[in-house]
């Protein structure tokens, strides 16, 4: 079984601090993505890499920014937190090939004080 | 996002069939999945279609997919309590494996 692992399921910050939510998943995954869920919106994309080092913008960019040293690890950083990111957070991943499901972690519920 | 429509709520009682649907804009779509959240988790795959096709059953599950309506529905036969979720569907397109999600229904089943 695919396993996507987040390292926190919830977070207390404060506005201004750098929040770190990091996403692990085991199958050897090209794809890795962050979305966040908001009541009402559903999903929405922030982030996604295809490959090591690569990145591309979703749809909500904005505030964050993300790293990817390593195939397994997919990093979504907060430089300065505010209370508008205070949100669920959702890491997937899936295979490189076109039309893969995506695979989804356990969500990590961050509350912005 | 990108127009992928759903209702908010549904609330049924055990033992109904419960109607999920779905409406997204994108001709190009070539799957179409259904996922479900429990409370606390993660999305789960339940079960997707290929745009080609216009139904797919697996057990208590059938996707209808309408393409020139561009309306996708997840009927539940027998619902059960255990259903009581929140039911995304999702499309993607031929474009880094991005997905576009709906906002999501959640399901009531009462007893």
């Known amino acids: 079984d695919v396993k996507v692992t987040q390292s926190s399921r919830y977070l207390v910050k404060r506005t201004g601090e750098k929040v770190f939510l990091e996403c692990v998943q085991d199958?050897?995954?090209?794809?890795m993505f962050w979305y966040r869920q908001d009541p009402g919106l559903g999903l929405r994309l922030i982030y996604f890499?295809?490959?090591?080092?690569?990145?591309e913008k979703g749809d909500i960019p904005e505030g964050y920014s993300v790293s990817r040293e390593k195939k397994e690890r997919f990093s979504l950083i907060l430089e300065s937190a505010s209370t508008n990111q205070t949100s669920m957070y959702l890491c997937?991943?899936?295979?490189?090939?076109?039309?893969?499901?995506?695979?989804f972690g356990p969500g990590t519920r961050l509350l912005v004080l | 996002g990108e127009d992928v429509e759903q209702s908010l709520f549904l609330s049924v009682r055990e033992g109904d069939s419960s109607v999920i649907n779905c409406t997204y804009t994108?001709?190009?779509?070539?799957?179409l999945y259904w996922y479900k959240q429990e409370p606390g988790a993660g999305l789960q795959l339940l079960t997707y279609?290929?745009?080609?096709?216009d139904m797919k059953q697996d057990q208590r599950l059938t996707v209808l997919l309408n393409k020139k309506d561009k309306h996708l529905s997840l009927r539940i036969a027998d619902t059960q309590t255990g259903d009581s979720a929140i039911y995304f569907c999702?499309?993607?397109?031929?474009?880094?494996?991005?997905?576009?999600f709906g906002s999501g229904t959640k399901l009531n089943v009462k007893p």
């Open positions: 890499s295809y490959d090591v080092k690569m990145k």
């Open positions: 279609i290929f745009s080609n096709m």
């Open positions: 999702a499309e993607s397109r031929y474009n880094f494996n991005k997905f576009y």
């Open positions: 997937a991943s899936s295979r490189g090939k076109a039309q893969e499901t995506q695979y």
């Open positions: 994108d001709s190009s779509s070539t799957y």
């Open positions: 199958m050897d995954h090209e794809n």
